[in-house]
């Protein structure tokens, strides 16, 4: 079987080597839109979110709320330790830098293995901002923000679905940190050149699945509808980017942008599949989370859009 997977492997690359050289002008294109989108749709949303998710995180202004609620969380979700604080911090960090925050407190045992598997499952933020600006191209403000906040609201409810397994919340192996008063001011640098890291990364995943979706579009040939799921499977930006060309009913059309946003895109999964690759975190709970994601995200949105239209 493994044999099977080296020769498989072996003829898919010689493949996109060919169809690299045959189809060229797929390649040079492909980069080209790949900046031009990242430079007009993902920098201007997400570089000032980023300065401010780190400036949040790292001045710890948000202790006494996490300190205030975290015995009701904890209760509710069946978690233990700071488990509150790297939910907030997930939240406002979005993904896939939830996995590098869930992947360091699990480190520094902040939290449990049996957390840090539930957390994978229902911590998946897509940024705010960039949702509302690329989402605005397809759709009025009302149905943009109704998108985000069903987004955001279903995070909430996949978690219950994961708190069968109690933690254990004794706090033997949960360390939880002093920490001191830092100045804002000398975090700037800092989060300004994390920002532009997170950026690049983006960049460069955004570029990597627009060359492989062009090619396949060119081997195998799809209508607009085909073309926006295939993206939406490979990357969700090229895919809510290009939402707007489809003409059908506006009501199908925010489903099918709710679940590209819910499932994230083979992108995010590759890159959560190597933040957690060196630890006990599953993947399959992030998986699973993401299908969940899907169908319960549009199936409240089913419902609010019927409560609102009777």
């Known amino acids: 079987m493994n044999k099977l997977k080296k020769i ?30 990242w430079l007009n ?22 202790d006494n709320l996490c300190n205030l609620i975290s015995p009701i969380f904890n209760k509710i979700y069946h978690v233990s330790g700071t488990s509150l604080e790297c939910f907030i911090l ?29 957390l994978i499952s229902f911590t998946f933020f897509s ?7 690329i989402l605005s191209i397809s759709f009025n403000k009302f149905i943009t923000l109704k998108i985000i906040i069903i987004h955001y609201i279903t995070n909430l409810l996949i978690g219950l679905f994961y708190r069968k397994n109690k933690s254990n919340n004794s706090n033997s ?9 830092i100045n804002i001011i000398k975090l700037i640098p800092n989060a300004i050149s994390k920002s532009f890291n997170t950026l690049l990364m983006i960049l460069g995943t955004i570029t990597f699945y627009m060359i492989i979706s062009n090619y396949l579009l060119k081997i195998i040939p799809l209508n607009i509808f085909g073309e926006v799921i295939l ?6 930006t090229q895919s809510l980017n290009i939402l707007t060309n489809l003409n059908i009913l506006s009501i199908i059309k925010e489903i099918i942008a709710l679940s590209i946003i819910s499932f994230g895109g083979l992108s995010i999964h590759t890159q959560i599949l190597n933040i957690i690759s060196d630890t006990n975190i599953k993947y399959q709970n992030f998986f699973s989370g993401r299908i969940l994601h899907v169908l319960l995200s549009t199936n409240i949105y089913f419902f609010i859009t019927i409560f609102l239209y009777c």
């Open 41 to 62: 749709k993902v920098f201007p949303s997400l570089f000032i979110m980023f300065i401010l998710n780190d400036l949040i995180i790292n001045s710890h202004i948000l």
């Open 127 to 133: 940024n705010p901002l960039f949702l509302y600006n």
């Open 90 to 118: 997930c939240l406002f960090s979005g993904t896939p830098s939830s996995a590098y925050i869930i992947k360091e407190m699990l480190n520094n045992n902040s939290i449990n293995e049996n957390d840090a598997n539930k």
């Open 173 to 181: 192996n949960i360390t939880i940190k002093n920490k001191e008063n």
């Open 8 to 37: 498989f492997t072996i003829i898919l690359l010689f493949t996109f080597i060919y169809l690299l050289f045959k189809y060229n002008f797929i390649l040079q294109t492909s980069i080209n839109d790949a900046v031009i989108l």
């Open 231 to 236: 993206r939406g499977i490979l990357e969700i």
